[in-house]
């Protein structure tokens, strides 16, 4: 794992405070008090250009089978290090070759399913978080949403933007809690930024708001070890029904949208 902290040694040296009269060993532990701080403010990688082997498509250090690549790769020509895609791709093909782990959605998307939700919210929650996983972590209910909109009824991308701020906010009355994850991961004082509290707020009395709180409720902030085995196939009949795939592929049907999508077929194109 790659972890950039936002604090080099000499400003954790500062921030760790020593006073002359402190002991070594209480020194090393302000010290690594600060450093374990930092620790938890790692910042984010665009997941198609995440060192990570697990998190990406590919890793800059890859190497390339059968020789060298060309100098630089440009829009239409194959990256021989990534699986190829079809000519006219469709939604499938990229949970299949551009999505380098989906179970977070797969698995979301199975339970809404296994609860017999309405096939907008299965398509809804399989969707929510594509961009986190294939394209861009930051905001990424607003990119997921902008990426399937032209695609699926205007509900469903609705649904998949307003649940980036949905989840930090409780509704007893489905029984959704703020996640325990969140606590770990941001600290028990955090507070959302005003516009994440302006988009729930205007999210709350929307009549669409179910749909992005089923979102949120299907949401799983643990990858369950325990469920295995489920695959993108198992929904090829709802997306069939509900996501309009353009014949030319997605990224070759002209749409407001169709450059995101080629980014995701060429992440490494020069220009
Ligand atoms: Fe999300
Ligand atoms: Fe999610």
């Known amino acids: 794992m790659d972890r950039r902290t936002f604090m080099n040694r000499s400003a954790a040296i500062a921030a760790a405070g020593f006073t002359a009269n402190m002991t070594l060993s209480q020194r090393a532990d302000a010290y690594e008090g600060v450093m374990i701080n930092g620790l938890s403010r790692e910042v984010a990688m665009p997941t198609l250009c995440h060192p990570d082997q697990e998190r990406s498509m590919l890793p800059p250090t890859a190497p390339v089978p059968g020789g060298a690549p060309p100098a630089k790769l440009i829009a239409g020509m194959a990256d021989p290090r990534l699986p190829p895609m079809p000519e006219r791709p469709t939604l499938l093909d990229f949970y299949r070759y551009r999505n380098p782990n989906p179970s977070h959605s797969l698995q979301s998307a199975n339970l809404a399913m296994q609860k017999g939700l309405d096939e907008k919210v299965v398509?809804?929650?399989?969707?929510?978080?594509?961009?986190?996983?294939?394209?861009?972590?930051?905001?990424?209910?607003?990119?997921?949403?902008?990426?399937?909109?032209?695609?699926?009824?205007?509900?469903?991308?609705?649904?998949?933007?307003?649940?980036?701020?949905?989840?930090?906010?409780?509704?007893?009355?489905?029984?959704?809690?703020?996640?325990?994850?969140?606590?770990?991961?941001?600290?028990?004082?955090?507070?959302?930024?005003?516009?994440?509290?302006?988009?729930?707020?205007?999210?709350?009395?929307?009549?669409?708001?179910?749909?992005?709180?089923?979102?949120?409720?299907?949401?799983?902030?643990?990858?369950?070890?325990?469920?295995?085995?489920?695959?993108?196939?198992?929904?090829?009949?709802?997306?069939?029904?509900?996501?309009?795939?353009?014949?030319?592929?997605?990224?070759?049907?002209?749409?407001?949208?169709?450059?995101?999508?080629?980014?995701?077929?060429?992440?490494?194109?020069?220009?």
């Open 123 to 271: 398509l809804a929650c399989l969707l929510h978080d594509f961009a986190v996983e294939a394209f861009i972590r930051t905001d990424h209910g607003f990119w997921a949403a902008q990426l399937m909109a032209p695609y699926v009824d205007e509900e469903v991308s609705w649904a998949i933007q307003k649940h980036q701020a949905l989840r930090f906010f409780a509704d007893e009355s489905v029984g959704y809690e703020y996640p325990r994850a969140y606590l770990e991961w941001f600290g028990t004082d955090y507070e959302v930024e005003p516009w994440i509290r302006a988009e729930y707020e205007a999210a709350r009395t929307h009549r669409w708001y179910m749909t992005s709180r089923l979102i949120t409720l299907n949401d799983l902030y643990a990858f369950d070890p325990n469920v295995t085995g489920i695959e993108i196939d198992q929904f090829e009949d709802i997306v069939g029904r509900n996501f309009r795939q353009p014949r030319e592929g997605l990224g070759f049907d002209g749409s407001p949208v169709a450059h995101m999508w080629r980014t995701l077929i060429w992440p490494h194109s020069f220009l």
